[in-house]
């Protein structure tokens, strides 16, 4: 369990974070996150459609060949845009990574399945592709927050749908889910429903469902005040399902974040909310805790 420090700065940003609760404030992340230790390539076809596109993320000075985190971000799958999310690729490249935020198609114009084929594209373009701009496509992860933790799960766990663009979960160096919607059948909230087709959502749509000896290492973080997505529900009972199968997982809940604000401990800026980074960092350094973190 972790609890942040009681400092008048600390206190200063968490009053910032707290009004992350749609995409718009995001800016106000975006704004006090420094971005001078990043190089940024935007709107990169990553596939066809208007929305297929993605920016990638390297440290300023990157030689050779770096992990690559692809982040997929939430909004219950109705709204969301990659550049809101600049701080997480700033954030994660100033730690030494190549980081892909892709977009993705949103309801009403996807429903499920259809925004898992373009997280899975933009997955296999970045394998195909990184080498180009410094990252190691043996070295591939994949992250999201809310909606987007849920994107990452079905691809590290469905094989499905890699397996549509001729690539295997067994691919992927893990995944990092943070705040993610594991199991949440039956739908309960009214704007998800119709992006699950509710009320004949396939049960099969649920990570839970999806778990196998052979999945990738995960590391699973929520916050204890979550109230948007049940954290014992979801993280719990899949890192359970997870240890059942002898799948390596991490799982972390912390103090003085909520839904929202858990996502926005990843900007430099406000890191001292919660050290999501610092375990995010160090899950993908020990590739996915096959090997020990140098101190």
């Not at 701080?87 to 996807?110: H, M, N, T, W």
């Not at 394998?127 to 994949?142: L, M, Q, S, T, W």
């Not at 994107?151 to 001729?166: E, F, S, V, Y």
């Not at 972390?252 to 909310?273: F, K, P």
Request: glycine share 8%; proline share 8%; net charge positive.
């Amino acid at each position: 369990m972790f609890r942040p420090a009681t400092v008048l700065p600390v206190l200063a940003l968490a009053l910032l974070a707290a009004t992350l609760s749609a995409c718009s404030p995001l800016k106000l992340v975006n704004a006090v996150s420094p971005d001078g230790d990043a190089r940024a390539t935007q709107a990169i076809h990553y596939g066809k459609g208007e929305r297929n596109k993605l920016d990638i993320y390297q440290p300023a000075n990157n030689a050779g060949t770096a992990p690559v985190i692809v982040f997929f971000y939430g909004g219950n799958w109705v709204s969301g845009k990659r550049e809101d999310y600049a701080f997480v690729g700033q954030a994660l490249a100033k730690r030494g990574f190549v980081v892909v935020v892709p977009d993705y198609r949103l309801y009403p114009e996807a429903r499920y399945p259809d925004f898992l084929d373009d997280a899975a594209q933009a997955v296999a373009w970045t394998e195909r592709e990184i080498g180009n701009y410094g990252g190691d496509p043996k070295r591939v992860f994949v992250m999201g927050h809310s909606a987007g933790a849920y994107n990452a799960a079905m691809l590290a766990l469905d094989a499905r749908w890699l397996g549509k663009q001729g690539v295997k979960p067994e691919s992927l160096r893990g995944w990092i889910g943070l705040a993610g919607p594991y199991d949440f059948l039956p739908v309960q909230n009214k704007t998800t429903r119709p992006v699950f087709n509710y009320p004949d959502t396939p049960p099969d749509s649920q990570p839970v469902q999806h778990v196998s000896a052979g999945a990738p290492p995960a590391l699973l973080i929520a916050a204890y005040e979550d109230k948007t997505v049940n954290p014992v529900r979801n993280t719990g009972a899949l890192a359970t399902r997870l240890r059942e199968k002898h799948v390596p997982v991490r799982e972390l809940y912390y103090d003085g974040v909520n839904h929202a604000t858990l996502v926005a401990s990843l900007s430099r800026s406000l890191h001292t909310l919660a050290p999501t980074l610092d375990a995010v960092e160090a899950f993908v350094r020990s590739d996915g805790g096959r090997q020990p973190v140098a101190r």
